[in-house]
């Protein structure tokens, strides 16, 4: 299985900061990522898709790169609402694996 | 629109069994990819498997932790994706996603939890 190593764990930032997560695949996953948002008690919610593609309705301060085995996401300008719990997801083969996901707080 | 309900959580004793449902509509169901994925209490999101589309046989694969306990399928004339669970662990404990892909973008249902203790 292809492990996924997403840094930092946990990140503090404050509203306004740009802050990046990293993620990094054990072989070439090509553009096949994914990268998740999850608040307290719900579903993660879809961020982008294909690496760098925004999902609908996504405010466009996130943004995703990275091709093969080092990917990104970053937000431009933190906002309250984006205080969450990261997670990137490779698709490219089976299994379908997380990483280990990053908690951003508020510093 | 697409929808996924994901329906028959609940507690069950280790080593019994249980069925999830996932009730999909706004797309063609035999068409795509269907998954399932799981979170532990307090613990991060692991994929439990999945089968593919009529073209591919719907064919399916599985994690390696519930590889020969779980069993995923599907019925076409209702649009339900199905998870059997059996020989259920206390470590099967977990909100059960239901998950479509279609053109490499995936789709989420709500979750429906599952608790195995005695």
């Known amino acids: 299985d292809i492990q996924m190593t997403q840094s930092p764990s946990t990140l503090s930032a404050s509203v306004g900061d740009r802050v990046t997560i990293t993620c990094r695949a054990s072989?070439?996953?090509?553009?096949?990522l994914a990268w998740y948002q999850q608040k307290p008690g719900k579903a993660p919610k879809v961020l982008i898709y294909?690496?760098?593609t925004l999902e609908s309705g996504v405010p466009s301060r996130f943004s995703g790169s990275g091709s093969g085995t080092e990917f990104t996401l970053t937000i431009s300008s933190l906002q309250p609402d984006d205080f969450a719990t990261y997670y990137c997801?490779?698709?490219?083969?089976?299994?379908?694996?997380f990483g280990q996901g990053t908690k951003l707080e508020i510093k | 629109e697409v929808q996924l309900v994901e329906s028959g959580g609940g507690l069950v004793q280790p080593g019994g069994s249980l069925r999830l449902s996932c009730a999909a509509s706004?797309?063609?169901?035999?068409?795509?990819?269907m998954d399932w994925v799981r979170q532990a209490p307090g613990k991060g999101l692991e994929w439990v498997g999945l089968?593919?589309?009529?073209?591919?046989?719907?064919?399916?694969e599985y994690a390696a932790s519930v590889k020969g306990r779980f069993t995923i399928s599907r019925d076409g004339s209702n649009n339900l994706l199905y998870l059997q669970m059996n020989s259920l662990k206390t470590e099967d404990t977990a909100v059960y996603y239901c998950?479509?892909?279609?053109?490499?973008?995936?789709?989420w249902g709500q979750g429906t939890l599952v608790t195995v203790s005695s």
């Open positions: 998950g479509n892909w279609r053109a490499g973008r995936p789709y």
């Open positions: 706004g797309f063609i169901f035999s068409d795509h990819y």
């Open positions: 089968t593919k589309h009529k073209t591919a046989s719907y064919s399916t």
């Open positions: 072989q070439s996953i090509n553009t096949w």
């Open positions: 294909k690496a760098s």
């Open positions: 997801q490779q698709y490219n083969s089976f299994s379908y694996t």
